[in-house]
């Protein structure tokens, strides 16, 4: 193949990758769990162009691989299907395996092994993946995501030296083979989250004035809230008065563009807040039990306890992944985000209170299966 068409093929296969990078860019200067992954994409654009001035020079031992096209089809599918649903860090995704199949495409297998450390980089700089590493290790904080980035990079740094500097035979089988093992062991663990169970369906009926115990007073939906949030999508706010402490309920109506939602916990870190503590807990409402993501939090020196579900009119999720995996165009869904005041994080009795009042309230404006 003529060396102006392989730089041509190759410079195609980064296309869909690079179509992300004005998204990936605003991740980083906007999001603080994103904000150091341009390093990782940095190093990449470092290490690459000498790892290809190196296999260009080698490239009369490699041949066309069309093996790759088991890999290279499905990621352009992926691509195309991840713009559908408007998961961006799956177009992230799709788009650096679409390059890296090119790329093996062009100089085979054992080249393609030759620089998949350097790829791996690219893995790292995904946009949320650090949010998404605290949450499956149980960090409510942040370090934990990026030590568990910066020490993976390190990793592939030292594989991607030893690729350099000592030659390792490698079939396209072998390869292709411990990639569908990978993907397999994702699936089965992704598959058996314990937070993917679903409860009863709760909407909430919100309105100004009297309700039951509370009276409800409708806030200002701001500039702000709307972008934020997405402009398709409906946005009510509403502060409940009861006997004892005031609640705060943020109710969104998701529209189509659904990118513009995301994890509860991830948007308080975005704003600034702490956080102390995020887990699924069970609720009875109804008597019909519901799964609900449980946040304490702290911003300026003041903590508050947040609820947060999601539920379309067949049921209801505390967790953002089962959310995500269930959502279609078709279906409507709300999330819905409580927020009590805490007179001390650290105390157990404030806490239980604090459950009782949104419960409380819950039982009150909760629409369920049961009604």
Known sequence: MPRYLRFTLLFIGFIPFGAKLP?????????????????????FAILFPLVWIKTRKREEVATVDYTVLIVLIPSLLGYAAAMHMAINALQIICGICTAFSVFW????????????????LLFLGVTSTTYWV?????????????IIKFAAALI??????????????????????????LLAMLYIWQSEESSSEQGAPMVLSLTPGKVGTYLGQAQEVTENDIRFFGEDSEIEKFYYIGDDQGIYILALTCGSKINSIHPASHCLRTSGWVIHSEEILTANLHEEPVYITEIVAESQNAAYLFWVWYSNPDYSTGSFVHFRKEWQRDVTWHTYQLMIPLTNKDDASGLIQARKELRALLETVATSSTQ
Do not use: C
């Open 23 to 43: 998204y990936m860019y605003r991740a980083w200067r906007d999001s603080p769990q994103d904000r150091f992954d341009w390093i990782f994409v940095t190093l």
């Open 105 to 120: 495409l062009i100089y085979g297998g054992q080249n393609a092994y030759r620089v998949l450390p350097t790829f791996g």
């Open 134 to 146: 605290n949450y499956y290790v149980g960090d409510p904080g942040m370090m934990s995501g990026h």
């Open 156 to 181: 592939l740094l030292a594989w991607q030296t030893i690729n350099i500097l000592w030659e390792k035979k490698v079939q396209t089988r072998s390869l292709l083979y411990s990639g569908a093992v």
